[in-house]
């Protein structure tokens, strides 16, 4: 059975990095066609792609959030961790990862509400 | 892809049929489009992939349809575990995205 588990700071002050860490279990990183996803919810609001590392493909971002979203792998711990830098209180959410096999989330970490506030 | 789902909120009976709709604003390739349902508090639960497919323990009185822009999930008959929020996904293009969601509630 593949789960994964987000953990990470639950309060960031504004113009912070957060750091968040998702940790695989039941099937390795460096397995072929494994794939990593975060996502985003806002209280009340829609789901955010936000980035995914692939295989050997290397790492996909969304445009909107690009230039502030760094995703890495760890494969001796079997983690997945993303950074986004300057954090504003709309980046208020609860942050998702996801295992696909391909580009296709099917299993879901329970998410880590991260809240911004000074 | 800018991924439109429609209604918004449906309000519904136990027992009725739904159909909600997720139109894509370029096709979608290999009708790589996925439906997820997420209950309050939860995460989201993949039902639907390949815009037609079951995903692993999913009742078949779910059942998703569509190609190229226009897609469509429905539920046969509601049960009161379906009253939920459902979410379009495509996974074709980079960067992926999300629908805004149909809340489907109780009437």
């Known amino acids: 059975q593949i789960t994964l588990k987000e953990s990470g700071p639950t309060l960031v002050k504004p113009t912070q990095t957060l750091t968040l860490t998702c940790t695989l279990s039941g099937i390795s990183l460096s397995a072929s066609g494994v794939g990593v996803h975060w996502i985003r919810q806002p209280p009340g609001k829609a789901l955010e792609w936000l980035a995914l590392?692939?295989?050997?493909?290397?790492?996909r971002y969304s445009s909107s959030l690009e230039r502030r979203l760094a995703i890495t792998k760890d494969p001796a711990e079997n983690q997945v961790v993303l950074t986004m830098t300057n954090m504003d209180p709309v980046d208020t959410a609860t942050y998702y990862c996801?295992?696909?096999?391909?580009?296709?989330?099917?299993?879901w970490g329970q998410g880590t509400l991260v809240t911004v506030s000074s | 892809i800018v991924l439109t789902q429609s209604p918004g909120t449906l309000s519904l009976s136990p027992g009725e049929r739904v159909t909600l709709s997720c139109r894509a604003s370029?096709?979608?390739?290999?009708?790589?489009l996925a439906w997820y349902q997420q209950r309050p508090g939860q995460a989201p639960r993949l039902l639907i992939y390949d815009a037609s497919r079951w995903a692993t323990g999913i009742p078949d009185r779910f059942s998703g349809s569509g190609s190229g822009t226009d897609f469509t999930l429905t539920i046969s008959r509601l049960e009161p575990e379906d009253f939920a929020v459902y979410y379009c996904?495509?996974?074709?293009?980079?960067?992926?995205?999300f629908g805004g969601g149909t809340k489907v509630e109780i009437k």
């Open positions: 996904h495509q996974y074709a293009i980079s960067p992926l995205t």
């Open positions: 996801g295992y696909s096999n391909g580009w296709l989330v099917h299993n």
């Open positions: 590392t692939y295989w050997n493909e290397g790492e």
């Open positions: 370029q096709n979608v390739g290999n009708n790589y």
